[in-house]
């Protein structure tokens, strides 16, 4: 069940809302909370049965290792039981993601006579994986109160965090869903969750899905050849990515703002951003949250010698690239990213500072020249897109406005293969100048204004009709 369904939009998220709080009317409280963990995980077995057995065994098997943690006759035994505890969730998630990678590359390298298991990846498996690991560290160093098994089921398995984050933490999610403050229906909340999930929904169906055509051929028939459709192409990824991201993060937080759950913010106009590393503190918030805190601070943060810096920083580049997926071309992704981000603190002991547009321009141009790194299957096609777009002799500007469309017949032969000009332009506008979804439902529900309501229902009316076909969030790859 994918948030952009018609499903999830007309029947489980009402029909959840309506039981949550009719339990809570009547005090029920640790049943709404039961009926909550049960909801998300049949939310969750919807993608595959199987992967809800395997989600369950992780949280009872994190569960006891935080009960031993907290085993004051086991105080001397604390840290090899961290250790092993991290160990165990780093191996099942390096089993589910790459165990069919390596037994295939054995395969075709060594020759050898092994078959593959076959194993599918668990939806969403990296991002509760890091959560768990994240709380064990919290209760080695004493910052989380023993909890229940259902507060920590519920932590893992919150529905609209569980597939692609935000990242939470357990002391920003319990103790919200145990005040009985928020057992009761905030209609302020409602509008507010309405807009967002209304705006989230635009961004995918709308936007991000609409560059899904011409990406995928694109792709497919390798039409790098010409510079202006390379860079096209890099410009729709990069688009795609943005508006697809934060889509889901918009219908996310709206999902969880419902159940009077505010989740910590994960997505803030990054193209606003005036360098990588400001750019990386607005792109997926709560991921590099992780990766700072539990990664980078550990090894020593940024504010050391300038050898140990450059050091820090890769490895925590080489973490981000292997968390996506053991290949050259995330790995490059990520260290690329960390080496701009070692730039930026070098630049920034010099006191220097570019015009605040230049600087925002030139940041921009890194990420269309970075992103669609991870937009081919290897590094060869990655660096024939590279080779084609700084091809700059040959930029050409003869395409045709056909309609108030860009006809790329000129470029291969498909007619009726057309890009919306008006797409480029909203993208362009939503990215750079326009405020983002959390400031505009400030606003909306600020002014309470009806006409602004109309207004939301004819696009959520657009929006559920649209849906024709369920194209999955892009950071679902990544599982």
Same mark, same amino acid.
């Given at each position: 069940m994918l948030f952009n369904s018609v499903e999830y939009i007309l029947c489980f998220l009402p029909l959840t809302f309506i039981t949550y709080f009719t339990l809570n009317k009547y005090k029920l409280y640790n049943t709404s909370l039961l009926f909550l963990l049960i909801s998300s995980l049949y939310f969750y077995s919807t993608y595959n049965i199987k992967f809800t057995y395997i989600i369950i065994l992780s949280t009872l098997l994190n569960y006891s290792i935080n009960l031993l943690l907290n085993n004051k006759n086991l105080s001397k035994l604390k840290k090899p039981i961290l250790i092993i505890g991290i160990t165990l969730n780093i191996l099942i998630l390096l089993f589910f993601k790459y165990f069919n990678i390596l037994i295939q590359s054995l395969k075709t390298n060594l020759h050898l006579p092994i078959n593959s298991l076959e194993i599918i990846i668990p939806l969403g498996i990296s991002f509760f994986t890091i959560q768990q690991i994240s709380f064990l560290i919290d209760s080695y160093n004493n910052k989380i109160s023993k909890p229940n098994l259902i507060n920590y089921s519920l932590f893992i398995s919150f529905f609209p965090q569980l597939l692609a984050g935000p990242i939470v933490r357990y002391k920003e999610i319990i103790p919200q869903l145990n005040n009985t403050k928020n057992k009761i229906i905030n209609q302020q909340n409602i509008f507010k969750a309405l807009f967002l999930i209304t705006i989230g929904l635009l961004k995918k169906v709308l936007i991000a899905d609409n560059f899904q055509d011409f990406i995928t051929y694109t792709t497919t028939n390798s039409l790098y050849y010409d510079t202006t459709l390379s860079w096209l192409?890099?410009?729709?990824?990069?688009?795609?990515?943005?508006?697809?991201?934060?889509?889901?993060?918009?219908?996310?937080?709206?999902?969880?703002?419902?159940?009077?759950?505010?989740?910590?913010?994960?997505?803030?106009?990054? @193209?606003?951003? %005036?360098? #990588?590393?400001?750019?990386?503190?607005?792109?997926?918030?709560? $991921?590099?949250? +992780? *990766?700072?805190?539990?990664?980078?601070?550990?090894?020593?943060?940024?504010?050391?010698?300038?050898?140990?810096?450059?050091?820090?920083?890769?490895?925590?580049?080489?973490?981000?690239?292997?968390?996506?997926?053991?290949?050259?071309?995330?790995?490059?992704?990520?260290?690329?990213?960390?080496?701009?981000? @070692?730039?930026? %603190?070098? #630049?920034?002991?010099?006191?220097?500072?570019?015009?605040?547009? $230049?600087?925002? +321009? *030139?940041?921009?141009?890194?990420?269309?020249?970075?992103?669609?790194?991870?937009?081919?299957?290897?590094?060869?096609?990655?660096?024939?897109?590279?080779?084609?777009m700084l091809n700059l002799g040959n930029f050409n500007l003869s395409f045709k406005i056909t309609n108030f469309s860009f006809d790329f017949s000129s470029y291969f032969n498909c007619a009726d293969f057309k890009l919306n000009i008006f797409l480029f332009l909203a993208c362009i506008y939503l990215m750079f100048f326009s405020k983002n979804s959390f400031e505009l439902s400030k606003i909306y529900v600020k002014k309470n204004n009806i006409f602004y309501t109309v207004i939301l229902a004819i696009i959520m009316t657009i929006c559920t009709l649209s849906i024709t076909r369920y194209q999955e969030f892009i950071y679902f790859n990544f599982n």
């Open positions: 192409f890099a410009f729709s990824k990069v688009a795609q990515g943005y508006f697809d991201f934060s889509g889901y993060c918009d219908i996310a937080t709206g999902s969880a703002l419902l159940f009077n759950i505010k989740l910590p913010q994960n997505f803030n106009s990054p @193209f606003k951003a %005036t360098n #990588i590393t400001n750019y990386w503190k607005r792109w997926h918030m709560t $991921l590099i949250r +992780f *990766l700072k805190d539990y990664i980078l601070t550990p090894l020593g943060g940024i504010k050391t010698t300038t050898t140990k810096t450059f050091t820090n920083l890769m490895i925590v580049g080489f973490c981000y690239g292997c968390w996506k997926a053991i290949n050259p071309v995330y790995i490059l992704y990520g260290l690329l990213n960390a080496l701009f981000i @070692f730039f930026d %603190t070098l #630049i920034a002991k010099t006191r220097f500072k570019l015009n605040k547009y $230049l600087a925002n +321009f *030139l940041t921009f141009i890194v990420i269309l020249l970075t992103t669609p790194l991870i937009a081919q299957k290897n590094l060869s096609d990655s660096f024939s897109l590279y080779k084609t």
